[in-house]
């Protein structure tokens, strides 16, 4: 039971992570229809600029948090700009073809820059942990737990509240028809990809935070998984990659708790293979039109 | 009020408006009736600005806006029903109606307009909360109507307001429309439906293969013989 508890504890941990990453996806999705391969090396930029603040900036948290998200959030729609605008319309596969490029590029591009290797990311909060019975909870987990919840409640505000979020929802569902209420693609579309980075970039900083190293390559696998969670949650759907990341981290940490820590990459895959065979549009997806 | 000089426009190779020129004035219905694929819904499109001019002017009020963006051109005072309705089905009406004022800022008025469409529209009201996909067709028609209403628009443009509703509805929307122009609102309505259309139109515009073929008045039109055979299926 006991063990139970603790796979559950960093089951949720991991999975806000994988949520938050998820999110920046889904969101691109519903809006461009594009699957943004790149957004994994979004997160991984979001780590590094994380550690810079931290180490050579002397920054605590919180500072280095926000840093990293605005970075981010510039980089994505820098990254809109420069390789998908162009692209808006020609060919999906074009465009995701485009999206590879892109994560390439901003991979080996980092490690021209910083060298390929781990770098282990500086202690930043305390080493404090909570013992309930057995089950240990420490103080990263509780950060990276609140980080997420609150960035998410920022998230339902901003898509359900603001004028901007209204727009971001009605060019998803109909970009012809969103004109016609004067609403401006080009920029809502841009507000999409940096809302959806700077979530990538908090990642990155969690995430480095939570495992301690970083490194150029680190974006590819967890950008897949979250990937995966968007898809299961019904790519397109914001509380759909909400669900899908959480699933995705609990069934990783359970896998690894549970059987060997060496299949947990190949039960996420797996996973998706099962979702696509049984429900490709997702648990929350529809089959014809998406949400952002 | 709106007018429009030698416009062309092709999608991709294909030739769809060729050398269109139509006038609406102010305060006046004015319909453009034709056959399925004669132009109709891109001549609208290209007047909000959805689809790009190859050649020609259009002028609001004397000016050119041929190149201003859709979103710009809203801004001045265009509003378009486009066809098909084109609600937002996964948010509520007053969503949809609030998305209607999206670049007015005057909240007050916002909120008079609000209760205006209402009015206007009661069933609306009555599904303010509910989302927009679970209303019915005629109730679709009356939320984008109320929508398009709510930018305060000076020019309304009407692509096919009837298109699958039943006859009663049908009339109902007509009828409507009627009211919305004597409120104060031009309008250029687009319809397969000659018959109702030119029986509101105070002048007319035949559409065929890209071209305008004939104009008059509604009532000129509606007794004209080759209109009564074309669009009306008279003998």
């Known amino acids: 039971m006991e063990q139970f508890l603790q796979q559950v504890v960093n089951g949720i941990s991991l999975g806000s992570i994988y949520a938050l990453i998820a999110l920046g996806y889904t969101m691109v999705y519903g809006i461009i229809k594009l699957i943004n391969f790149a957004h994994g090396d979004v997160y991984m930029i979001g780590a590094f600029v994380g550690f810079a603040a931290i180490t050579y900036g002397k920054m605590g948290f919180f500072p280095a948090l926000l840093v990293a998200m605005i970075s981010c959030a510039i980089i994505g729609v820098v990254i809109e700009k420069v390789a998908y605008k162009p692209l808006r319309n020609s060919t999906r596969i074009a465009a995701l073809i485009t999206a590879i490029g892109v994560s390439l590029f901003l991979e080996y591009v980092m490690m021209f820059f910083v060298g390929a290797e781990v770098r282990s990311y500086p202690k930043v909060l305390t080493e404090k942990a909570f013992h309930l019975g057995s089950v240990v909870i420490n103080m990263q987990q509780i950060y990276i737990v609140l980080t997420a919840i609150a960035l998410m409640i920022l998230l339902q505000f901003i898509v359900h509240k603001t004028k901007t979020g209204k727009a971001m929802r009605a060019v998803s569902i109909d970009p012809d028809a969103a004109q016609l209420m004067g609403i401006k693609v080009d920029s809502t579309i841009s507000y999409t990809f940096a809302i959806g980075s700077a979530f990538a970039g908090a990642a990155g900083v969690l995430v480095g935070i939570y495992y301690n190293s970083i490194d150029p390559l680190m974006g590819i696998l967890p950008g897949l998984k979250a990937f995966v969670a968007a898809v299961f949650g019904g790519i ?57 | 009020m709106l007018e429009i000089k030698n416009l062309n426009v092709y999608y991709g190779v294909i030739h769809a408006l060729k050398d269109i020129s139509l006038t609406v004035n102010e305060g006046e219905i004015v319909t453009l009736i034709g056959a399925n694929g004669a132009g109709k819904t891109t001549t609208l499109r290209t007047i909000s600005g959805l689809n790009k001019t190859t050649g020609g002017e259009i002028l609001l009020e004397g000016k050119a806006i041929t190149y201003l963006s859709a979103p710009e051109r809203v801004k001045l005072g265009i509003s378009q029903v486009p066809e098909g309705r084109r609600i937002f089905p996964e948010m509520t009406v007053f969503e949809n109606l609030e998305l209607g004022a999206y670049l ?132």
């Open chain 2, 104 to 235: 007015r800022k005057d909240k007050n008025n916002i909120k008079k307009d609000l209760e205006n469409v209402y009015q206007r529209f009661p069933i609306l009201a009555e599904r303010r909360r509910q989302t927009a996909g679970t209303l019915s067709g005629g109730e679709q028609q009356m939320l984008v109507m109320g929508r398009a209403l709510m930018s305060r628009p000076r020019i309304l443009l009407l692509d096919e307001p009837s298109m699958g509703l039943a006859p009663l509805l049908v009339r109902e929307i007509f009828s409507i429309i009627k009211d919305i122009n004597e409120a104060g609102t031009t309008i250029l309505l687009v319809e397969q439906n000659a018959s109702m259309a030119l029986s509101i139109a105070h002048r007319a515009y035949v559409l065929e293969t890209g071209s305008i073929v004939m104009s008059g008045t509604g009532e000129e039109l509606a007794r004209s013989n080759e209109i009564q055979k074309a669009y009306l299926g008279g003998e």
């Open chain 1, 236 to 292: 397109g759907s914001i509380p759909g990659a909400m669900i899908g990341g959480l699933t995705i981290g609990t069934m990783e940490t359970f896998v690894s708790g549970y059987g060997n820590s060496m299949y947990r990459d190949a039960a996420v895959f797996l996973f998706l293979i099962v979702i696509l065979i049984i429900k490709p549009s997702g648990l929350l997806g529809k089959n014809t039109r998406e949400k952002v």
